[in-house]
């Protein structure tokens, strides 16, 4: 069945350091692929998503890339912020209705100043 | 943004007991939500979908039985976990779909998750 993969936490950074968190996924047809965050005490919020190959989804200063070719979905954003720190899901959907959602494990960021 | 809350955030329970979750989308109507777990080092998992005024869809291998949800309102959703037993200790998070048409329709709102443990 279809599944994500993402890298174990936690990720460790300075402040304005660079992030890169990985995500590889499986699955059978042409999923819609997102990220979401989770701030301490909070539910998960969609941070950013893309629908098909080669799209970037953006947003806060994050980013990621539909790579169909490496079945590749990676989070990355130039300088982080303490305010970042949060656990990140990465998750896709067999199509654009998100009913279902297959989620990575998370990975939890932590940003030190 | 629309929010999502769950109570309680954490609870424990003796085994053999039963325990209720509560989802509640607090300013939008939700015919929609939906009930996951995540295992320690594991990814969330669907355990079922909850519409409004009808029964629930569970996914394969969740016992409907044992995870009774109740979708009795637009604003609300309950997890009653029946005979907790230790191996149910998880973390539980519900998710609502606003209910419009359009591309709003499609946006879901987590709630903040409950930790459950069985002792």
């Known amino acids: 069945g279809d599944s994500v993969t993402q890298m174990e936490g936690p990720v460790t950074l300075s402040e304005e350091a660079f992030l890169t968190i990985n995500c590889t996924y499986t699955?059978?047809?042409?999923?819609?692929l997102f990220w979401y965050v989770q701030y301490p005490g909070e539910g998960l919020q969609l941070l950013l998503k893309?629908?098909?190959?080669?799209d970037k989804g953006s947003n806060k200063g994050f980013e990621a890339t539909y790579r169909k070719e490496t079945t590749s979905f990676h989070l990355e954003k130039g300088s982080v912020q303490v305010s970042d720190s949060a656990v990140y899901f990465c998750a896709l959907s067999e199509n654009f209705n998100t009913d279902k959602l297959i989620f990575g494990t998370g990975t939890r960021l932590q940003v030190f100043p | 943004g629309a929010v999502v809350s769950q109570h309680p955030s954490w609870v424990i329970c003796k085994s053999g007991t039963s325990v209720k979750i509560e989802c509640r989308s607090l300013?939008?109507?939700?015919?929609?939500m939906f009930w996951y777990r995540q295992f320690p080092k594991q990814s969330l998992m669907l355990m079922a979908t909850?519409?409004?005024?009808?029964?629930?869809?569970?996914e394969q291998g969740v016992e409907k039985d044992k995870f009774l949800i109740n979708h009795a309102s637009l604003t609300l959703s309950t997890l009653t976990v029946t005979s907790a037993h230790p191996e149910d200790s998880s973390f539980y998070i519900c998710s609502a779909r606003v209910s419009e048409t359009g591309d709003s329709g499609n946006t879901i709102y987590f709630g903040e998750g409950s930790w459950l443990t069985v002792v």
């Open positions: 909850s519409n409004e005024g009808s029964k629930a869809t569970y």
């Open positions: 893309a629908t098909k190959a080669d």
């Open positions: 300013d939008f109507q939700a015919t929609t």
């Open positions: 699955a059978t047809g042409y999923p819609s």
